[in-house]
């Protein structure tokens, strides 16, 4: 590296002229939570699995480099576009180090599952914030099945898996409605002797399920509960990976709620588990269609056409906020530029995301003059005119950084966003992508190194 180059721990700081409106077309990278899962379920299928679409963000390439420390060969023919040598569900190796799965909660808490169903102990662990992280969820019921695994107090990374074969098969209601939490039981009970049954308080993603199907390997649901055989083959398939729709959310939103602004988003996965930002924002009264819809794999995808209008506030419950769980601080930029008070309920699973977001977006949205308060579970916030300029602190979390760049275009004065490194986990190439629809961000290396 030379004298000159940044280093990759200095801050890197966004400024944004105010203003603006979005115009034109755009393809946001491909989806996390079906990279992941892309990667996961080819490691332990027969065969070779081809991905394309792939987003090459860092928490995808955290769990890359951990299915390669399990022995799975993986070829990169460009930066979408993977080979996975599948080592079938009895192949995986013992990884050599710990497996640093970075700010990936989701990389960590599947891989937790998976790792419980093997012959041999693994470590799993992650960036500061990773750390502090609620592990219980899934340490408790994969301990049920019979696993062990060692855990910092309170159930924080980093884990040591000690995994066992056969695992037990699990009767399980989960406490949270959580994609995460169900994929690493699913993928546990790949492991067990006969069949898992889990059942979730409310839909979460359900990624997992219909890839599983797509490998050969189906799910059973009845009568609210999802069921999983242990055992069997999966089978090398090819996966296609829509665009992220929690990264077009920042868009959307921004667009929304921009008179003039007209914006399409191309190729965005709209599975109905996920789909909640847009229901939302149409539910304010914001202008978007669904053009095009077709089925991509195992996922719907749509090229989402959005044109501005001033949006009206509502009302929010804990069924909506679990199908667009990434996607509420996008929303509550709309809600801070929507006519009323917005309320969201049941939303204290934000305060446990790579950052507290209602805290963030709290302390952000006050700096830009938005009457805004939280609540232990919930936030409201009424909608202003015009933002105020100011510095907002992202807490190193990606999607409060992009909320907030996209927030300028309501704004009167520049803003200055801190601490914004991360966005590379789900969004590398945001600001030059978010420029080219017509926000005006500039990223530079801030001083602390
Ligand atoms: C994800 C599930 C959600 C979401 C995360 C990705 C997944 O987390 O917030 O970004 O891929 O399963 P929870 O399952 O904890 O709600």
């Known amino acids: ?9 200095a801050e890197l700081i966004y400024t944004i002229e105010p203003g603006g409106m979005l115009k034109g077309s755009l393809r946001v990278p491909g989806d996390k939570s079906i990279s992941h899962r892309a990667l996961l379920l080819g490691a332990i ?67 937790t599952g998976l790792m419980a169903g093997q012959t041999f102990a693994a470590t799993l662990t992650g960036d500061a914030s990773l750390q502090k992280r609620p592990m219980q969820r899934v340490i408790e019921p994969l301990t049920a099945m019979g696993a062990r695994i060692e855990s910092r107090e309170g159930g924080r990374a980093p884990l040591t898996v000690h995994g066992t074969r056969p695992l037990k098969p699990l009767r399980y209601i989960l406490p949270v409605a959580s994609g995460q939490v169900k994929s690493a039981l699913l993928l546990a009970g790949l492991y067990a002797g006969g069949y898992s049954w889990l059942k979730e308080p409310g839909p979460s993603r359900d990624h997992t399920e219909r890839m599983l199907s797509a490998f050969g390997h189906g799910c059973l649901k009845e009568n609210g509960w999802i069921g999983i055989h242990g055992g069997g083959t999966l089978l090398a398939t090819q996966v296609e990976v829509p665009a992220d729709l929690s990264s077009a959310a920042f868009f959307l939103a921004a667009a929304a709620m921009t008179p003039g602004s007209r914006l399409t988003l191309e190729n965005v996965g709209v599975n109905p588990t996920r789909d909640g930002i847009i229901q939302l924002l149409k539910r304010m ?62 939303a204290g699973e934000l305060r446990v995301k790579e950052s507290d977001r209602l805290q963030a977006m709290q ?23 015009r933002f105020q300029g100011g510095e907002i602190q992202s807490h190193g979390d990606h999607r409060i950084a992009m909320a907030f760049a996209v927030a300028s275009v309501r704004a009167k004065a520049p803003l200055l966003i801190r601490d914004c490194r991360n966005v590379d986990t789900s969004f590398p190439g945001f600001a030059a992508l978010a420029a080219r629809v017509g926000l005006g961000i500039a990223s530079r290396e801030g001083g602390r190194a």
């Open 45 to 111: 299928a027969e065969g070779e699995t081809r991905i394309s679409g792939f987003l090459a963000g860092e928490d995808c390439l955290a769990t890359l480099a951990a299915i390669r420390a399990l022995g799975v060969q993986v070829e990169t023919v460009d930066a979408g576009r993977l080979k996975v040598q599948g080592r079938g569900l009895l192949g995986l190796q013992a990884p050599q180090a710990p497996l640093d799965l970075g700010n990936s909660g989701t990389a960590i808490r599947i891989l």
């Open 285 to 346: 009264g914001a202008e978007i269609r669904l053009e095009n819809p077709r089925q991509l794999g195992a996922e719907p995808v749509a090229d989402i056409e959005v044109e501005g209008t001033r949006l009206q506030a509502i009302d929010i419950g804990p069924e909506e906020v679990v199908l667009a769980i990434d996607d509420i601080p996008a929303l509550l930029i709309a809600a801070a530029a929507a006519r009323g008070t917005t309320r969201v309920r049941g």
């Open 1 to 9: 590296m030379s004298a000159t180059a940044p280093s990759s721990s």
């Open 363 to 385: 302390e952000g949205l006050a700096t830009l003059g938005v009457p805004v308060e939280a609540t232990i579970d919930g936030i409201q916030v009424t909608g202003v005119e």
